[in-house]
């Protein structure tokens, strides 16, 4: 039994501001293993990406971490307890060197006026002793291996001058550049065009395949996340409610907010069912409801339980997570 | 029984690039040569890519898009309009016809103004009310339709979330009485839970007034559930069109096979089916000649890089525009 | 909205009540709420309304008239006398001041001197009946406080026996009024050129934003200079005072302009602006309910903003000599006297205006950046 890779422990994160403290992510835990694809699921407000930065402490100045969260990363035979790096030289290693993380946005990733290669080499450079000549070459051979066309060329263009498509994938090929064991994609494809993302999907799976890599795969997307993931988390306005493997949580949800999920998706083959929304909005995260943070919109609310406490998180025989007072009381799992 | 509303024919929209003193201006090919029949009463679906031009067709039956070429005739029981030619006070009684419903919940309020007022802004324009009581009427009217709280009414958009955002979009396009809409993108925008509710609630408002709706989409999965027809279109072109589960059961482009088979299936089980799609969409500005899905449709033969595909129809109401379109079905 | 989970007891009550009121809050509330939480601006706030009130009722809250018929020739170059409670004399309730004497004194060669004589007191009186002034177009002759025999200088007298203490509070008044006139000409310059610019762009916009850049050009001084020179030594000195303020207005519109223009051009662009003409509404329509409200917040702090440039712009035309002259009272007007060695080494009290000013700039800028920040956009929610 491998140990994982990354685990995050009972983390709460809450952002100062000028209505108080606002909380973004309420004790979730989960784990990552080495060469696996979780796919972090959630929709606006669920913490997701919040949660993500964490693990590169990417998060603003205003952010206050709980005292009794943990985020340890196993890489190289040490555990680094990442929560408790404070200089700019020990945190390099989570950011750009064990974990590399891509976003949704790739414009908005490389600088306008500097080229593609030299972002990448210099990437390089900060992460490891290469001279610029060993860094030039690698970068190519990225972006070879990411599928862009004619990459010597493309080496010394300017991200305006890349397709969206293009750009992700230069992206990928930056962030893979320094061989990190664990790849955030923060809703990687979502900007994309759906047949570009189909390309990127299967690029990114190839890449696990070879470089034994954990993806940690943020998106709201459940068809993405059934392609891509090996386990699935469900966030909902900051708690975790749901752990599981990708057929457990697709096929056989066990919170009611996963199966209003997966209800309320269009599915082409079924055309005639209707489509069955979740009832009501998500609450802003100013105004998070007590005990069960899903009590307000739940179809399956059971009463007063729901609404004082906060469900606690239950574990079946097949490693299949759910935080939900109906699975507390011995219903199915 | 079914008329026309709204028909395209030979549509072209161009738009010339600026900041070019010397030689020919660059011009980019939003639409080429659309031809589309929109009938009464119908959710048709207009879906494709970026680039593909389906917002500027969206715009272009609005008037809000120079016609370039061709021609856009709107027909209801009342008048018939060339959208070509209309100016004046045939295009402010075209506007009350015809609205539109914006993608971005965010971008399409004006912060500044209550809920009450955006909703009323059409009726003070156009002067549909004759005093501020028929105006707060019409307004409570439509926004109960829309399943708006009436006490939130003297709110601020910044009190909304997105989907309720949306719904007030709707009740601003809907206050005129419309006859035909334009939705564009209006769910991208939206949280995947909430997205059924404005879907349903645009369903609900079609069967219950009858208006037209055009529904612009990127996402093939949505038309699918809530449109009668749907048309495809690829770099300023229709590639195929026919009523929904038609285009389906008997696809017929290979553009629109790849479409499908491109959206990720949620049963984790399923094998990858073929048709991934490889290269990059190109530049309106230059598109290939010939059939412009030819860079990369994965049949192509040379007859598609220098003939354009006619636009023909293969079986009732399914047209396609390619030159093998029996062959691969 | 979802209703909150336990809706019991008052709290409960306060808090939808909180919420509702930021609900139906207008943009100009949802500011002003975030302005009033900036401690820095606040205070700017404050000092900024207590000193134009100074400035505003300064005959009233002065002792002496601040031009040359109110000067005290026996008291020239005079420093501050300050009231005191309590001297080698004994106490007193009511403050006081000394009295002085003014001779020829043997030892400066037959030069005026002042002599304090410390048994003679002057004590301090309030509301007492002093020079005419006008206010609001109605004549008083009441002041705030003075002394009942001879005068009271607070800040001093300069060379001519003038009370500074006076001159500070009406030259405040003086700048504020040219700073506003100034203002307000280059705001409507601004508002139709920027205007137009904006909401037509094209080659209009081109040719009026060369027309802009090529007045932002103009090097400031010189062409005051200019002007200046040509302002007939005839013109009165409120006539005077009225040309440096249109030229101040003339010379300040570039910037204004410029920005105007920009906002126009983010919000024509705007989709509720496009959902608006798309229903037919008229120009007229769509800048009155859509483009002007949306940026009055952003022109009001350019407008505060643009004050303490103009303040200190006449300041320093004034003080150069090209600007006001006597008896039109500013701070530029005040610092002409102090370039003299004399004065710098021996008559420091001439400054003291001078921190009024920092001050009254100070409070300008920082009340210009509260506003800014409580109206920037990007601290409204977005998705």
């Not at chain 1, 034994?212 to 998106?219: E, N, Y």
């Not at chain 1, 979740?278 to 995260?285: A, E, R």
């Not at chain 2, 500027?56 to 070509?84: F, W």
């Not at chain 2, 993608?103 to 007022?117: F, G, I, K, N």
């Amino acid at each position: 039994m491998t140990r994982p890779l990354i685990s995050v422990e009972n983390l709460t994160l809450r952002f100062r501001t000028d209505e108080g403290l606002v909380t973004a992510v309420n004790d979730v835990s989960f784990e990552i293993a080495p060469g696996e694809v979780l796919g972090l699921v959630g929709e606006s407000g669920s913490g997701k990406s919040v949660t993500a930065k964490s693990l590169m402490m990417l998060n603003a100045e205003n952010s206050v971490y709980d005292e009794r969260s943990r985020i340890t990363l196993r890489v190289d035979d040490r555990e680094v307890d990442v929560l408790s790096l404070r200089r700019p030289r020990e945190q390099m290693i989570i950011r750009g060197g064990a974990i590399s993380m891509i976003f949704q946005e790739p414009m908005a990733s490389f600088a306008p006026a500097i080229t593609i290669g030299e972002q990448m080499v210099e990437q390089l450079l900060i992460h490891s002793e290469m001279t610029k000549t060993e860094a030039r070459e690698i970068s190519i051979e990225m972006l070879a291996r990411v599928g862009i066309p004619e990459p010597a060329q493309r080496f010394g263009q300017y991200a305006f001058e890349f397709s969206g498509g293009m750009r992700q994938r230069a992206m990928i090929a930056m962030a893979l550049s320094t061989k990190p064991k664990l790849l955030i994609a923060d809703e990687p494809t979502t900007a994309l065009d759906v047949t570009i993302q189909a390309q990127v999907i299967e690029l990114m799976k190839d890449l696990v395949d070879e470089f034994h890599m954990s993806i940690l795969f943020i998106t709201h997307d459940l068809g993405v996340i059934a392609q891509t993931a090996d386990r699935v988390a469900v966030m909902y306005l900051g708690n975790l409610v749901e752990t599981g493997t990708v057929r457990q949580v697709i096929n056989s949800p066990a919170h009611p907010y996963t199966r209003g999920l997966l209800n309320s998706l269009p599915k082409l083959d079924d055309l005639d069912a209707p489509l069955t929304p979740v009832p009501g909005d998500i609450p802003s995260p100013l105004d998070r409801p007590s005990g069960c943070v899903f009590h307000t919109r739940c179809p399956e609310f059971i009463g007063d339980v729901c609404k004082r406490q906060i469900p606690q998180t239950t574990v079946d025989s097949a490693s299949h997570e759910v935080a939900c007072h109906l699975a507390t009381q011995g219903d199915s799992a | 029984m079914s008329e026309v509303l709204i028909a395209a024919r030979e549509l072209s929209v161009h738009f010339p690039l600026r900041g070019f003193l010397i030689g020919e201006r660059p011009v980019v090919r939003a639409c080429e040569g659309i031809n589309l029949e929109i009938e009464k009463g119908h959710f048709f679906g207009l879906v494709g890519e970026s680039g593909s031009g389906k917002t500027t067709l969206g715009r272009a039956m609005l008037k809000a898009a120079p016609i370039s070429h061709g021609e856009v005739v709107y027909s209801d029981s009342e008048v018939t309009y060339d959208l070509g030619t209309l100016k004046g006070p045939e295009l402010k009684d075209y506007r009350k016809r015809a609205q539109l419903i914006f993608q971005d919940p965010y971008a399409a309020l004006s912060p500044r103004m209550t809920v009450r007022d955006i909703i009323a802004e059409p009726l003070e324009v156009m002067g549909l009310t004759s005093s501020r009581e028929e105006t707060d009427r019409r307004v409570r009217e439509i926004a109960a339709m829309c399943r708006l709280n009436l006490e939130h009414l003297r709110r601020f958009p910044h009190a909304f979330s997105g989907g309720q955002r949306q719904r007030i979009s709707i009740a601003r396009a809907l206050v005129s009485d419309p006859k035909f809409i334009v939705a564009d993108e209006s769910v991208a925008a939206l949280d995947v839970s909430i997205q059924a509710d404005v879907l349903n609630l645009l369903n609900k408002i079609q069967e219950e007034s009858g208006i037209t709706f055009l529904f612009i989409s990127h996402d093939l999965s949505v038309i699918a559930h809530t449109c009668d027809f749907v048309a495809v279109m690829y770099l300023g072109q229709i590639v195929e069109s026919a009523p929904t589960r038609k285009l389906f059961a008997e696809t017929a482009h290979p553009y629109t096979k790849a479409l499908l088979s491109a959206i990720p299936s949620l049963d984790p089980d399923a094998q990858s089916k073929a048709q991934k799609l490889e290269g990059e969409i190109p530049s309106p500005i230059n598109p290939p000649p010939g059939c412009r899905f030819n860079t990369r449709c994965p049949h192509a033969r040379e007859r598609c890089r220098s003939e354009v595909p006619e636009w023909r129809e293969m079986s009732s109401k399914h047209h396609v525009a390619c030159h093998f379109a029996e062959e691969l079905g | 909205m979802t209703d909150t989970a336990a809706i019991e007891g008052t709290d409960a009550k306060l808090d939808q009540k909180r919420k509702e009121a930021y609900f139906t809050a207008s943009q100009g509330q949802l500011i002003w709420t975030r302005f009033k939480r900036q401690r820095a601006a606040m205070i700017g706030a404050t000092v900024l309304v207590l000193l134009i009130l100074s400035g505003i009722f300064a005959p009233f809250l002065t002792p002496y008239d601040p031009t040359i018929a109110g000067r005290n020739p026996d008291y020239q170059n005079g420093a501050p006398n300050i009231p005191k409670f309590w001297d080698e004399n004994g106490f007193s309730f009511r403050p006081f001041i000394y009295s002085y004497e003014r001779y020829r004194s043997i030892e400066t060669n037959f030069r005026w001197v002042t002599k304090v004589n410390r048994d003679k007191r002057r004590y301090l009186v309030l509301f007492p009946e002093g020079d005419k002034y006008t206010l609001f177009g109605m004549k008083f002759s009441t002041h705030l406080f003075g002394v009942d025999k001879g005068k009271i200088h607070l800040f001093g007298t300069d060379g001519t026996g003038k009370d500074i203490y006076s001159r500070t509070f009406h030259s405040i008044n003086t700048s504020l009024a040219v700073g506003t006139i100034g203002v307000l000409i280059a705001f409507v310059l601004a508002l139709i050129i920027g205007g137009v610019s904006g909401y037509y762009g094209g080659w209009i916009d081109s040719v009026l934003q060369m027309i802009t850049d090529a007045v932002r050009t103009v090097p400031a001084i010189p062409l005051f200079m200019a002007i200046a020179a040509f302002i007939p030594a005839t013109v009165s000195s409120e006539g005077r005072f009225f040309i440096i303020s249109i030229i101040l207005g003339f010379i300040g519109w570039p910037t204004l302009a410029r920005r105007v223009r920009t906002h126009l051009l983010t919000e024509r662009n705007q989709e509720y602006v496009l959902a608006a003409q798309l229903c037919g509404a008229r120009a007229s329509h769509v800048i009155r309910r859509h483009l002007l409200p949306s940026f009055t917040s952003y022109i009001i702090v350019d407008l505060i903003i643009s004050f303490p440039y103009m303040v200190l712009s006449e300041t320093a035309l004034s003080f150069i000599g090209l600007g006001l002259k006597e008896p039109v009272n500013s701070l530029g007007v005040m610092l002409q006297n102090v370039t003299k060695a004399d004065v710098l080494l021996n008559y420091q009290w001439n400054f003291i205006p001078v921190i009024f000013f920092i001050i009254l700039v100070l409070a300008f800028v920082f009340v210009g950046d509260g506003l800014r920040d409580a109206a920037d956009p990007y601290s409204e929610t977005s998705k």
